[in-house]
């Protein structure tokens, strides 16, 4: 996991040249197309980074996006209607029976297929109208890293070339030197609020709420330790309820327009007696951790999952655990 977390750079490099022509086809047949809709088909890591580039397309392209449960089709057999729409499935083996199985009935229902997948040739890659090597390499942990970044940086390509934002190219170009920092980043700083209790909560909004996610999803994985995913405005409702002075959270803030909001959050729980540290400097009162700014807004949260990776991993071998080995857990996981 350590050495694949120092291969983003690199993973990225490789993505951004080795799938140019894809990455700008798929964007200019959704150009022509002119999609109403999008829906994303997806699970486990890749699902995050469906979240990740659902608010991405919502605010770049203006169009709805919403997850469609794999067991739609593979399961149920329900075959939707989906006319003048997208439909972007994202698998890091393209093997898995449910994700194979609703591409092609989001395909017969009239969808344009998209596929991010790191096996070219997959299953998932035939059944789908563009396919799109994400390049990431063979990736040997079961925690999923630079295949998680580059699904989204996959999609953040097919997305610009399809809105026409050279900013947005721009940024993407610029990431390896960007994450060649950001995996630098020092959060073990964070350990010393982990040692009491099992659980925590981490905390974003917007496109950094999907980071959040698979950041929780990690914490599961490599250190055995229960963490929740809230919304920065979600977790002043029920969830305040179980924060005592010592809870520790996580506040993923990115340079974008919730920042404040995230900050405001923070602050509330740090007022609480919440253990807490966020990645945002307009934080008042909790703990601020180094971060790396991209200059985009949408870039910019990719960076945290980037530094995130390098302190999870560190993490579980300081609680004596093999963060490439979790129980019950493999790499490619099959489902129905």
Known sequence: ??????????????????????????????????????????????????SFLKYAIELNAGLPVASIGPSISSIYGARLKLADS??????????????????????????????????????????????????????KSVAATKTFVNSAVAGLAVLAH??????????????????????????MGIAGELTEGNSLFILGRGPSFAIANEAALKFKET???????????????????????????????????????????????????????ITSSLAKKAKVLEHVATGHPLTDPLMLIASFYGFVEAFARHRGLNPDAPPNLRKVTETI
Request: with cysteine; net charge negative; glycine share 8%.
């Open 223 to 277: 250190c055995a330790m229960h963490a929740e995913s809230y919304s920065a405005a979600e977790v002043m409702h029920g969830p305040l309820a179980l924060v005592r002075p010592g809870f520790p959270v996580l506040a993923l803030a990115a340079r974008d327009a919730s920042e404040p909001s995230i900050a405001d959050a923070a602050d509330g729980l740090a007022d609480r007696g919440a253990a807490i540290h």
């Open 162 to 187: 399809w809105t026409g934002d050279d900013k947005l190219l721009a940024a993407l170009d610029a990431l390896p030197e960007h994450f060649a920092k950001a995996v630098d980043c020092d959060w």
């Open 86 to 139: 997208a439909c972007l499935a994202i698998s890091q083996s393209g093997k898995s029976p449910d994700i194979v199985a609703m591409a092609e009935g989001a395909r017969a229902g009239g969808a344009l297929t998209i596929a991010l997948t790191n096996t070219a040739g997959s299953p998932l890659a035939e059944a789908s109208d563009h396919a799109i090597d994400i390049r990431a390499g063979v990736e």
């Open 1 to 50: 996991m350590r050495r694949e977390i120092a291969e983003i750079p690199e993973a990225t490099a490789r993505l951004l040249e080795g799938s140019a022509k894809e990455l700008a086809e798929t964007g200019l047949h959704l150009k022509r197309a002119q999609p109403r809709f999008v829906t994303t088909v997806a699970r486990g890591s890749s699902d995050h980074a469906a």
